[in-house]
Each structure stands twice: as structure tokens, then as C-alpha cells.
């Protein structure tokens, strides 16, 4: 493979030395080819200087082969490869390995700018892209819908990219961040060259420096790389996990989304949208198959997620107080922006007649004492001392709204919109818990908590040898009785102690981050009813459900955590409008979701039921479930259907082009609400590059 992308190169440089090179006739593609020389030249001189020359010549023998053997299919190119590539001692081989793996990494970068470089071409031509924002909005404008119907219609969404841990996920963090780098350099040597096209280029005497001290820093990164060893010696473990799935957030989407956000709301002429657009996670509360999370690492998994939130808001309140300079002599504010710059503790007297200024000191004193309250964590700035924590990440975006509303009023709405609005929208996004966690595990689990609760209990001694319609009365009953299982001064199993604390931890979490840190409880392999009722009983258990559903009626019951079926294989997609039917047909079941949000997601396995029956009969199969369970949802009114695909990386596990998913969906089966899964292995290659992430978003 990596021979192949080496001849593929090769390939394009022969290309273009083949074509003339006009001013009226540029190759496209020129930059990519030249981004792939320069990158693999760097590559080559680190390696002839790290490595020595032998090591370069080899690596050298061995692409000159591959691209002779791939090209002209020479076969005597191909034996003397593979004779040269037997005769490679371990050393050697490693060196080959690394050599042409790395290459392939930076010539994917490269094709990442290159990608970016060309959609900025068409943008500056007018020439929009399927799956953009402009196209799409574009058709309904053709369709006659309004933009304020489109913004109405967005405030009842809900999209949400849920990022999963995956075990072939196998990139570094450190490889990671040092691509990043790379990426963005090759970023700054486009725009040292575009700058460079307004200087006669025989008199320009800086743009040579500049492009000289970019490749020194490429070739620093380059020999970083080199030095790095690819692969972990350790299991990774669930905290490198969150790690990360968190570097994405700092690189990408604390910034993107607001981006989104403001190109929408331009696009359709300012009018005010909804936040619809959400992230999820995985990665701390999916125990289905990992006993390596627990209570522990969800608790971790979230305290470090909110101290991520909170140090990029802390990060763009002091910027903003740079920014917002206003003197109360020069422009005047409203009552309650004055009131909101009294209550600050700043006492500065140069500050005095610059209200936003104190009010954003007293902000910023009030982030890092919540920081150090959710996380932990220390401010790395303090004007005055850490003070009066927020309860809510509402309670913090009332404030901010306050300033909006004070600029807005008194002709600062340009100072509003380059960094308040931003964080406002990312406040609404992110909150104080960064994305809400999913809790999955497999129903075989909950089986055996219920059955050693009810066991000890004396209620039921051998609740696995029921029958489904025994478990259902049994767990009706329960779940119509207010008095708890568990029985004072007995210990319980190792495992069912550690399930049950993590719904306790869910309690605690949800009461310190916010409603929206834990929202959805997916059960792996739902196969009967009773594996629904079994995870309604867990969460009476905690206080999770309060109340019984006799008390649903009348409108006393709610459960916090959403009870979310995953249909896996071809008999359980089948199978899966029918058990919802039974479902709601419970006494009183319909009546506690309605009171708990009137929402239901059901998500769907793309993986499994790949692997039991196909990729045609698992797609038929996926078709026939989503039309049987919205046909079902029509009938069950105040209560939203929510379909969560569960995509892996691979086309045999769901994989491919989001967009296209989407569109490809059964009629009337997303009505604006949808949940997908962003495997562990593919999360880099969409995410890890802004401008690409926001294009995938």
C-alpha cells in the first residue's frame, strides 16, 4: 500500500513535468505535487542524517522497485524486491516500516491542505460544493421555504457526532499533535506565497526567509516525528482514552461550532438558531466489554471534560477583557451591565470607568473558582482571587448575555461578534460538562445485578430461570413499588457493587455538571422488554426514577436517563418494533417518558448485523426496522423519536461518507433528530485539521 501511494506520487511529478506550465494553463494539483516533494525531501535528508546513508539508499532501492513493479509492471522489479525485502534484517526492516509509513502520513497532510486549498478556490468562484451549507440552504430557497421557517424548524433539532473509543485506534497522541503542527505550517507556507504574489519576486527579499525558517521549523517537526516511536509499549488505557478524544475538542470543535453557528445564522440573513448541533462521548461511560471503566473514570472522564469547557472560556474572557476597553465616559451601558460591573471584586482604579472590563475580572474570578470546584484545576491568570463559583453554566451565560445586550444597545454590536458571540454560542453548546457522556452496557449484566438484588431480597431466589413474561411481572411490580431493593448491612458482589455505583456516579454527576453531562443509558444486545425494565429498576434504585409508575398518570414520575435499545443483529432489528411496541404498551410506560422529555432514542448496530447476515441484508434489514419503528412512534403522540446509527470506520461497518448517510436514510425517519457514532479509527482523519473537521461537521 505505501508502495502504492509512492508510485501514485512519482506518478503525478512525471505528470507535470510532461505538462507545460503556463500562466494560462496551471495544473491543479501543481501545489500538492510540490507540498509532497518538499515534505518527502525533509523526510529523506532527516533519514540519510538520523539513519546514515546505507539506510537512505535502501529506503531508496525499495520505492524505486515498488514504482516499477506497480507502474510498468516490471517483473523483474517485483523479484528483486522480494528478494531485497527477505534478505532485510529486523533493524532494517523497522527502518523500511517507518520510513514509508511516515511518508504516507505526511503525504496525507498534504492532501488535506491540498483539499482545503482547492474548496477555498471554489468558494472565491462562487462555486458551491454538495454537502455545504450554501447548497443546502440554496435548495430550500428554491423550494420556497423561508429562512426564519428553516431557523423554527432547526430550534426542534438535534444532531449529535458521538465520539467512541475504539481498540484499532492505534495513532499516539504525540504523532497526533506533531501532524498538527506540520499541517499548520503548511498552512503558513501558502500564505507566505500568496503574500508573496503582490511583490515584484526579484525585489522580494523576505518572502526567501520566510518560506526558509518555515521549512526549518517542517523539518524540526519532520525529525520529531522521526524520533518518535509510533506505537505505544503500554495498554492504552480508558485516561489515555479521554485524552484523546479531548485534544479534538481543544483543536477543533470549541471553535468550529460557533463557526457553524455564525455561518448559518448569516446564511439565513441573522436569524437567531437554535442550538442544535451537540457533541457526545463514549469514551469513560461504555462499559460494554471494557471492565476498565468504572465509577472512577466516569467521574474522571467528566471532571476533565468540564475542565476543558471551562479553561478555553476562561482563555477567551480574558481576551475579551482586552478587548472590551470602554470607558463609561465615552459611551454609556444599561442598568444592568452597570450593576454587573458593581458586583465585580475588581477595585482597580484604572479600571474604574470601564465597566466591561470589570465585570469581565469578576467573570473570569467567578470561571476559575468553578474551575476549581468541577475539576480541580488552577487559572493560570488572577487579576483578583478565585470567587463566588457559578451553580450553572446557565447562571454564566445570563452574564455574558448581559454584556451582549449592554454593547448591543449602545453601538458596540462589531465588538460583540468577533469573540463574545463565539463564547455565548459555545456556552450554549458545551456548557460546564463539554458533551454529554453515554452510559452503555451489555443487558447480560444488568441481568445479574437484578438477580442478586432480588435474590438477597427474598423476592424471586432464581430470576435468570424465569420467563420473559415472569421477568416483566416481576419488574412491573418493582417498578410500582417506592420502597428500594438493596437490604442494609449486606454485601453485595464485586460486580454488582460496581454497577450499581455507576449509576450512583451518573446521580452525581448529572446534580454537579448539569442535566445534560449523562442523558442516555444504551443497552448492548436488547433482545426482550425485560432488558428495558431492568435498567428502569437500576435507576429507581439510585434515584435515578423518582417515583412509580402508578404515580406516571398523574404526572409524579421521571426518569433522568433515557432508556436507548440497541438493535445489534438481523433478528434483533426484526425484532426491534415489535419489543418497543410491548414496550409502550406497559401500564403507565408512555406516561413516564412523556414526563421525562417525551424523547426515545433507539440506536441501531451497523457492525454486527453486518458481520451475522451481510452488508445487503444488513441494510435492507437497518431499512425495514427504521420505517416498522417510526410507523410505531406515529401512533405514540408527545413522544420523539430519535434514531442513533451506530457506524464504524469500514463500509462493512457503516462506514462512509456522513452526509451521505444521512441522506440515504428511510423517508421520514429523521425529522431532525439523529445520533452517529464517530469510531475511534476514523476521528483523526475527520477531526484532527480545523478547517476539515468544520467541513465534516
Not at 423550494?143 to 423554527?152: C, D, E, F
Not at 499516539?172 to 501532524?179: F, G, P, V, Y
Not at 417498578?479 to 456516579?505: K, N
Request: hydrophobic share 40%; proline share 4%.
Amino acid at each position: 500500500m505505501l508502495a502504492c501511494g509512492a508510485a501514485a506520487t512519482r506518478f503525478a511529478r512525471e505528470r507535470a513535468r510532461r505538462q507545460p506550465v503556463t500562466a494560462k494553463k496551471i495544473d491543479k494539483d501543481l501545489p500538492l505535487i510540490q507540498d509532497i516533494r518538499l515534505l518527502g525531501r525533509i523526510l529523506g535528508d532527516v533519514i540519510r542524517e538520523q539513519e546514515g546513508v546505507a539506510a537512505f539508499d535502501l529506503i531508496e532501492q525499495v520505492r524505486k522497485l515498488s514504482v516499477a513493479f506497480r507502474r510498468d509492471a516490471d517483473h523483474e522489479a517485483d523479484k528483486a524486491l522480494k528478494k531485497l525485502l527477505k534478505g532485510l534484517s529486523a533493524d532494517q526492516t523497522v527502518s523500511v516500516i517507518r520510513a514509508f509509513t511516515y511518508f504516507s502520513h505526511l503525504a496525507n497532510l498534504a492532501e488535506d491542505r491540498h483539499h482545503i486549498r482547492r474548496r477555498t478556490i471554489r468558494e472565491r468562484a462562487g462555486d458551491t460544493q454538495e454537502g455545504s451549507i450554501e447548497v443546502a440552504l440554496s435548495r430550500l430557497r428554491w423550494a420556497g421555504i423561508a429562512p426564519r421557517t428553516v431557523a423554527q424548524t432547526l430550534a426542534g433539532s438535534y444532531v449529535a457526532p458521538v465520539l467512541t473509543a475504539h481498540p484499532t485506534e492505534v495513532q499516539r497522541k504525540s504523532i497526533l499533535d506533531a501532524e498538527r503542527d506540520i499541517a499548520q505550517l503548511l498552512t503558513t507556507r501558502d500564505d507566505i506565497a500568496e503574500r508573496a504574489q503582490l511583490y515584484n519576486a526579484a525585489r522580494d527579499a523576505l518572502t526567501p526567509r520566510e518560506l526558509a525558517a518555515n521549512e526549518a521549523q517542517l523539518r524540526a517537526r519532520v525529525a520529531q516525528l522521526w524520533q518518535t516511536r509510533l506505537l505505544r509499549y503500554s495498554k492504552l488505557t480508558v485516561a489515555d482514552e479521554i485524552e484523546n478524544a479531548l485534544s479534538y475538542y481543544e483543536a477543533t470543535f470549541l471553535r468550529e461550532i460557533p463557526k457553524i453557528y455564525a455561518d448559518l445564522e448569516r446564511a439565513l440573513g441573522q436569524e437567531k438558531v437554535h442550538s442544535f448541533l451537540r457533541m457526545g462521548q463514549w469514551i469513560g461511560g461504555d462499559r460494554d466489554g471494557n471492565p476498565n471503566v468504572t465509577a472512577d473514570t466516569l467521574a474522571q472522564a467528566l471532571r476533565r471534560q468540564s475542565e476543558v469547557a471551562l479553561r478555553h472560556y476562561l482563555t477567551e474572557a480574558h481576551l475579551l477583557g482586552g478587548e472590551l476597553s470602554l470607558s463609561a465616559r465615552l459611551v454609556d451601558v444599561t442598568p444592568e451591565m452597570q450593576a454587573l460591573a458593581n458586583s465585580s471584586p475588581d477595585t482597580n482604579e484604572h479600571r474604574l470607568d470601564e465597566p466591561y472590563r470589570r465585570a469581565l475580572t469578576g467573570i473570569y474570578a467567578r470561571l476559575a473558582a468553578t474551575l476549581q470546584e468541577l475539576s480541580g484545576g488552577v487559572a493560570a491568570r488572577h487579576a483578583v482571587a478565585p470567587q463566588n463559583p457559578y451553580a450553572s453554566a446557565a447562571d454564566f451565560l445570563a452574564e455574558l448575555r448581559t454584556i451582549e445586550a449592554s454593547l448591543q444597545a449602545h453601538h458596540g454590536a462589531p465588538l460583540a461578534a468577533q469573540r463574545l458571540h463565539p463564547l455565548i454560542r459555545a456556552v450554549e453548546v458545551f456548557g460546564f460538562h463539554l458533551a454529554t457522556v453515554d452510559l452503555r452496557q451489555s443487558s447480560d449484566q444488568h441481568e445479574r445485578v437484578v438477580a442478586e438484588l432480588l435474590a438477597v431480597a427474598r423476592i424471586e431466589p432464581d430470576y435468570a430461570a424465569l420467563s420473559e413474561e415472569a421477568r416483566r411481572a416481576v419488574l412491573l411490580r418493582l417498578l410500582q413499588d417506592a420502597r428500594p431493593l438493596r437490604v442494609m448491612g449486606t454485601t453485595y458482589s464485586e460486580h454488582t457493587r460496581g454497577e450499581l455505583a455507576i449509576f450512583e456516579a451518573a446521580l452525581r454527576m448529572r446534580q454537579r455538571y448539569g442535566q445534560d453531562a449523562i442523558r442516555h443509558y444504551i443497552i448492548s444486545h436488547t433482545e426482550t422488554v425485560s432488558d428495558l425494565l431492568e435498567v428502569l429498576l437500576l435507576q429507581k434504585e439510585v434515584g435515578l426514577l423518582r417515583g412509580t409508575l402508578e404515580d406516571a398518570a398523574s404526572g409524579a414520575a421521571t426518569a433522568d436517563l433515557i432508556v436507548v435499545p440497541l438493535f445489534e443483529t438481523i433478528e434483533d432489528l426484526r425484532n426491534a418494533a415489535p419489543i418497543m411496541r410491548e414496550f409502550y404498551q406497559l401500564p403507565g410506560m408512555a406516561a413516564l417518558v412523556q414526563r421525562s422529555g417525551g424523547d426515545q432514542d433507539i440506536m441501531l448496530g451497523y457492525s454486527d448485523s453486518n458481520k451475522d447476515g451481510g452488508i445487503f441484508t444488513s441494510n435492507w434489514e437497518l431499512y425495514r426496522a427504521e420505517i416498522a419503528l417510526v410507523a410505531l412512534f406515529d401512533e405514540l403522540p408527545g413522544i420523539r423519536l430519535r434514531m442513533f446509527h451506530g457506524r464504524g470506520g469500514t463500509v462493512g461497518r457503516g462506514g462512509g461518507p456522513s452526509y451521505q448517510a444521512i441522506l440515504a436514510q428511510p423517508p421520514g425517519t429523521v425529522r431532525g433528530q439523529i445520533r452517529l457514532t464517530e469510531q475511534g479509527e476514523v476521528i483523526a482523519s475527520k477531526y484532527a485539521n480545523p478547517e476539515i473537521g468544520r467541513r465534516n461537521l
